[in-house]
């Protein structure tokens, strides 16, 4: 192995320690506490070496929403039944989305509240958020009747972070999400 390849994992490496260092930090006290300097401190490097990484925190908080994405698409997509236009799995979809967002609520932060420099709904959006995006058009694309597919699944898509949002701010009791999932998809996918 060459001593720039050496040179290159280790950077990598370094990358990924900071990534989930912030997580971590930011799953367990909140998005506040991830600092450059807290960072700095817990990956044991200089905040210089941690800015030859990442400009700054918002650039940290994109890297944590990207792989975040990616879990959410891997979780919508297992969710989906074998029969992906179905309206069980557009319930297991929506399901696993809610799962997805009230066990990982800063990781979710990260990829639809904070500002984390990703480009959405344009020619620039990176692909994990593309491939999101198309996890939650496939089963539902088939039920937009008269509607533009792609509108029809971003306001699905609204639907379910505002009930993520109002649970997770309490404005919701926590133990009625599968009643709500059930009406959201009753009114999209009837029965």
Do not use: C
Request: no cysteine; hydrophobic share 45%; glycine share 6%.
């Amino acid at each position: 192995m060459s001593l720039r390849e050496r040179k290159e994992r280790e950077r990598a490496a370094r990358n990924e320690l900071i990534v989930t260092t912030a997580r971590e930090l930011a799953e367990a006290h909140g998005w506040d506490a991830v600092t450059t300097r807290r960072l700095a401190e817990q990956i044991e490097y200089s905040q210089p070496v941690l800015y030859s990484h990442f400009r700054g925190k918002k650039e940290i908080v994109g890297a944590v929403a990207l792989e975040g994405v990616a879990e959410l698409t891997a979780a919508l997509r297992a969710a989906v039944h074998p029969e992906p236009t179905s309206r069980e799995s557009v319930v297991a979809l929506a399901r696993a989305y809610t799962d997805y967002a009230l066990r990982h609520p800063a990781v979710y932060d990260a990829i639809f509240s904070l500002d984390n420099g990703l480009l959405y709904a344009d020619e620039a959006t990176p692909a994990p958020l593309r491939e999101a995006f198309q996890a939650m058009l496939d089963p539902l694309a088939g039920h937009a009747g008269p509607d533009e597919p792609g509108l029809f699944v971003e306001t699905f898509w609204a639907a379910l972070h505002g009930l993520v949002a109002l649970t997770r701010a309490g404005r919701l009791p926590a133990d009625r999400v599968q009643d709500r999932l059930t009406i959201l998809v009753d009114r999209f996918v009837p029965r």
